[in-house]
Structures are given as C-alpha cells and as structure tokens.
C-alpha cells in the first residue's frame, strides 16, 4: 500500500515535520527521516557513497512513498548514473518514463552563468524549477554543489549564492539533498555550506588496518532531538543499510519458555529443561573439543520445532559443516530444503567490526529467524582489539534480546591469557556458558563438560563427560574415586572392575543363599520327622484311651445284664415259692 506526504511528514515531538528517506535505518537515527521542505547536506570525501546515498533517497521515495524526484547532477552524466546503480537495482529508465524521477545532467561553465561580471545562479534557478514542476517533485538531489562555485574565491559571493540556491529549495517546497566534498579542515571545500543547511550529515570511509569500514553521522539537525554517535553503514547489492547500534536501553522483554539444547543430557542439567527463550548462550572450549557440534545440534534441535535458524559461520564453508555434521547423525541439508536453516558463511578479514554487525543485522532482519548460530566469535579478534569485540557483541545481543532472538556463541580458547581476552572477556555478557575442556589421563584425550552458568535457572555444577558418537551427542557421568576423575577407558574399565566385583559378591551372596537354603530344608525336613514321631506316639496314645474306654463301657454293660438276669432269676423264683407255698 503506498504511503502519502501526510503519512512521510509527521512532526516530531519539536514540531519539526520530517520526511522518511526509505534507508534502512536511517530514519531510526534521525528519528523520523529528513527535515520535510528544507535542505539537507551530505558531506564527505571521494568514495564515502554520497552520490548513492542521495539516489537512494529519490529511488525509494518514488517507489515507496508516491514522492516524485529530481536528481540533477553535476559530475555525473545520466547514462553513466544509471549504469553505474543498475547493479543494485535501480531501474531508473522505468522510473523516468512513469515520471517517478526525473534525471538531469548540467555542465557548469562559468562563462554562461556571469551577468554582467557577477555570478549569478538565476539560469540553473529556471531549470531547477522546470525539472520540479514536470513531475510534481517532493524531492530534490544536487550533486556535487563544489561544481556550482569552481573557481571562485569571493566568500561573500559563494554564501549569498548559498543562501538563495536554500532560499529557492524552500520556497518549491521540496526536501532537498546537496551533497558536497570534504575539506581540509571544514565539512565541505566552501567551509559555509554546513552553517546554511538545516541538516549535515557526514559520510566517512576510512581504512583501520587494511580494512574498510564506512560510517555515517549527523553533525546537525536544527529543530530536532537525533543520534550524534557514529553508525557503520555498508553498501551492498541492496543498497545502503545504517544500523543504529547505540540504543543499549535495558529495558527489553523476557520469556520464561524453554528452547531444548538439542542434546537431551544436557537439557536434564539445565534447570528449565533448556535454555530461555532469548537468551545468549556461549559455548566455549579448545579447538576439537565439539563446539561446532553442540551448535549444530542446537540449531537441527530449533529447526526440528520449525523455529528458523541463521547460521554465520567464521571458519568453515555451509558445505564442509553439512558434510561433517553427517558423521554425528545430522542432517542439515534437509532443514536447508525445507527453508528454515540458512547460512551466512564469511571470512572475518572482508569487513571491519562494525560492517560484520551491521551485515548480520541485515541479515537476520531479511530471514527473521528465531535462533541464531555465530560460530567461532574469537576469529574476529583477527581484525579488532578484544574490547572492540565485546563492544561490538553487547550491541548484537542488545539487538537479539530486543527481537527476542535466541543466540548461541561459539568461542576457541588456547591459552591463558586468550582465556581472558575470550571467555572471560564474553562470558560476562551471555546468560549461560558452557565449557568444554579436554581431560588428559592414562594416555588419552577425553572432553569435560561444564555449565559454568545458567542465569534465572538452578542448574547442575557437576562435569559431565562429553562424547561424540555416531548418533548425536551425549552426556554421561564421570567416575570419582579417590585418584581423582576417569574418563574415557580409564573410566569403563572402572566400571567394568566394580561390575565384576559386583558380580562376585552377588555370586558369593548366591552360594550363602543356597547353603541356608539347604540347611532350612534340612531343619524343616527333622521337624517334619519329629512332628511324625509325635503324631504316631499321639495317635498311640489316643488308642489306648479308647480301648480302656470301650473295655470300661463293655464291662458296664455286661455287668448291666447280669444284674438284669439276676433280678429276673430273683422275681422267677419268688413267684415260685409263692405258687408252693398254695
């Protein structure tokens, strides 16, 4: 959706209206873009990228903003300017026949624009003017204004000339850009045009040991609150980028969701299960120690959550990382094809500090991604001094946390003294640290793991030995005797010592289980025998009390009857007697 006048010129908080320019972070430090209706200088020597950086600003104001331009160029004839940005870009043929922009290449002669034998600039006024009004122009660019004034000496003539060249970019109502050479000792060559412009902005390109770095500052801006630090600003295949890195408030938002290390012992002696969500993480160690894995697994981990993942490499090609990566059961490629892992691969010499930060700010504002790989940071000390370094990686983590981006650091240690100058220099910035370290012993060389610290989370202070298989990373307890730590061989056949005795005293715990297992049998076996013995000797017993029993009962009856016979003999014989006795 294109953007109208009204929407570019929005006040400031000092009332000043202000039009955007369309460069990437230009407007941020300007708070707004350039002051609408006035002119604006742009200075700085031979090769600074005055003349792309003015272009720029008539190409997206046409493009983006509906803004019509008129570039008029002193130096430059308009064929060779569109040669010359068309590797960018820049249709500026296209843009001329919609009457977006409109080009126009004045040679200078003094001859023609003397009156009289005074300078006068009312010839250019009436061209200027045209060239506005057949578009409907917003925006104007002069290159270069030294043209304008070759050969003239009088200082009074050149400022007043100044003044009414600004006067008539005022009274057309269109935000202007003149763009001037630097001098020895003043901005420009004239020295006045800084004091008449309403905006000066510096371009410098300076070489810091055999390393370009470009950078770019607002000397003044009358009306209005801006940036005053200097700001790298590269030039590449899209143009120019700013990137405002000053803005250090502590003031950013934090998320209490855990993103997995991607190595699963790992994230067990993490409290959280992981590291943060926008956090930094440094992962440091000697070289060979895994560190490029450990990154590696973190970001296959993200890409597996379908979180995006931008990968700058320092050291080795995308290529050499996919293929060695194989070895451990990563499959880069796959997340590559799938488009959420991508590669930034460099060598650290090819910028300055300031142009790498401002690369990889480009970057990941094109990608967007959620987690962001550097790997090895220490290669940059190569081409600045450590504090440079640390400055520069406060200004990246102070841009990550503020996009809530998850970052991981890989730093090589090899000494002391680069311990300092790396981990201990680095380390103070990130919210966690992993130290892996090489473990020497019985002729071997085994890696130490170490979370030296995790902030907002309680986390293991115990070492982990750290090994690469086949199948990823793993983590696994080292041993602790009274020697001191094994690992490696020396640990395994400690373990396999133990589980031999371990399995000598259970075997030994075996054979005493079976004996009494035996001797129970035995002593349940003699008491199955007397419970016997005494059961027959009971049941003996209990015979004989019945025997004596049925005697006695017999007895009774038998005794029982002869006393019944008797008495009947008795009764038989009385009446017997009685019958006689008749």
Same mark, same amino acid.
């Given at each position: 959706m ?6 570019? @010129? ?29 002119? #604006?200088?742009?200075c ?6 005055k003349?792309?950086?003015? *272009?720029?600003?008539i190409v ?15 130096e ?15 249709d ?9 922009i409109r ?24 061209r ?13 660019v002069?290159d ?13 003539i ?17 935000? =202007?850009?003149? #763009? ?5 000792k003043?901005?420009?060559r004239?020295?006045l ?27 003044k801006y ?6 005053t ?5 590269? !030039? ?8 405002p ?7 950013? /938002? ?20 992981g590291?943060y969500?926008?956090?930094?993480? *440094?992962v440091?160690?000697? @070289?060979?120690?895994g ?9 296959d ?20 990382i ?24 460099s ?11 401002? =690369?990889?700010?480009?970057?990941i504002?094109?990608f ?26 406060v ?6 946390q503020? /996009?809530? !981006?998850t ?5 090589? #240690?090899?000494?002391?003294i ?14 966690a ?6 473990i020497?012993n019985?002729g ?13 989370m ?10 690469? #298989? ?7 307890d080292?041993f602790?005797?009274e020697?001191?730590?094994?690992t490696?061989? @020396? ?9 031999t ?19 129970r ?24 009390y ?21 008495? @009947?003999?008795?009764?038989?014989l009385?009446k ?7």
């Amino acid at each position: 959706m294109a953007k109208t006048k009204k929407q570019l @010129a929005t006040p400031s908080p000092g009332g000043i209206a202000k039009t955007k320019t369309g460069i990437s972070g230009l407007d941020e430090i300007t708070l707004g873009g350039l002051p609408s209706g006035r002119p #604006t200088l742009i200075c700085g020597e031979a090769g600074s990228g005055k003349t792309l950086f003015s *272009l720029e600003f008539i190409v997206k104001g046409a493009t983006q903003y509906e803004e019509p331009g008129v570039f008029m160029a002193f130096e430059e004839k308009a064929d060779e300017l569109k040669l010359n940005v068309a590797s960018l870009g820049f249709d500026l043929d296209k843009l001329e026949k919609e009457k977006k922009i409109r080009i126009d290449y004045v040679h200078i002669d003094r001859s023609e624009i003397e009156e009289t034998g005074e300078y006068d600039l009312e010839g250019l006024f009436i061209r200027l003017g045209y060239a506005i009004d057949s578009i409907g122009a917003k925006r104007v660019v002069l290159d270069t204004i030294e043209n304008l004034f070759s050969g003239l000496s009088n200082e009074a003539i050149i400022r007043a000339e100044i003044r009414r060249l600004f006067q008539f970019l005022k009274s057309k109502g269109v935000t =202007a850009i003149i #763009t001037g050479e630097a001098g020895e000792k003043t901005l420009t060559r004239q020295g006045l045009e800084e004091y008449v412009s309403d905006c000066v902005i510096v371009l410098d390109h300076r070489i810091i040991n055999q390393i370009s770095t470009r950078r770019l500052r607002v000397v003044k801006y009358r009306g209005s609150v801006h940036g005053t630090n200097e700001y790298p600003f590269l !030039i590449d295949d899209e143009g120019i980028s700013v990137l405002p890195v000053t803005s250090l408030e502590l003031n950013k /938002e934090v998320s209490s969701q855990s993103l997995s290390s991607g190595i699963p012992a790992l994230d067990k002696m993490l409290g959280n299960k992981g590291f943060y969500k926008g956090s930094s993480i *440094l992962v440091s160690g000697t @070289a060979g120690t895994g560190k490029t894995s450990v990154a590696a697994s973190f970001a296959d981990a993200a890409c597996d959550r379908k979180d995006k993942c931008l990968y700058f490499a320092f050291e080795e090609s995308p290529k050499q990382i996919i293929r060695n990566m194989r070895s451990i059961g990563l499959d880069l490629q796959k997340h590559i094809d799938s488009g959420y892992l991508d590669f930034y691969a460099s060598r650290p010499t090819i910028y300055g500090l300031e142009m790498h930060l401002v =690369a990889i700010h480009k970057a990941i504002r094109k990608f967007k991604p959620s987690v962001v790989v550097l790997d090895p940071i220490t290669n940059l000390i190569t081409i600045g001094s450590v504090s440079e370094v640390k400055t520069m990686l406060v200004r990246l983590i102070d841009f990550l946390q503020a /996009e809530q !981006i998850t970052v991981m650091f890989t730093a090589l #240690t090899l000494n002391n003294i680069v311990n300092e100058q790396t981990d201990e220099g680095v380390s103070s910035l990130v919210d966690a640290w992993l130290l892996i370290r090489d473990i020497e012993n019985n002729g071997e060389r085994n890696r130490g793991l170490y979370i030296m610290k995790s902030r907002g989370m309680k986390h293991s202070n115990q070492i982990r030995e750290f090994i690469i #298989t086949d199948n990823g990373l793993n983590l696994v307890d080292v041993f602790l005797t009274e020697d001191g730590v094994l690992t490696g061989s @020396a640990r395994e056949a400690r373990m396999l010592l133990e589980q031999t005795g371990e399995m000598i005293h259970a075997q030994a715990v075996s054979r005493k289980d079976r004996e009494l297992i035996r001797k129970r049998k035995v002593l349940e076996s003699k008491i199955d025998s007397l419970r016997s013995e005494y059961e027959s000797a009971e049941e003996e017993l209990n015979k004989v009390y019945v025997e004596e029993a049925l005697k006695r009962q017999i007895m009774g009856d038998t005794l029982s009857k002869i006393t019944d016979l008797r008495r @009947a003999d008795v009764s038989e014989l009385k009446k017997v007697v009685k019958k006689n006795k008749k």
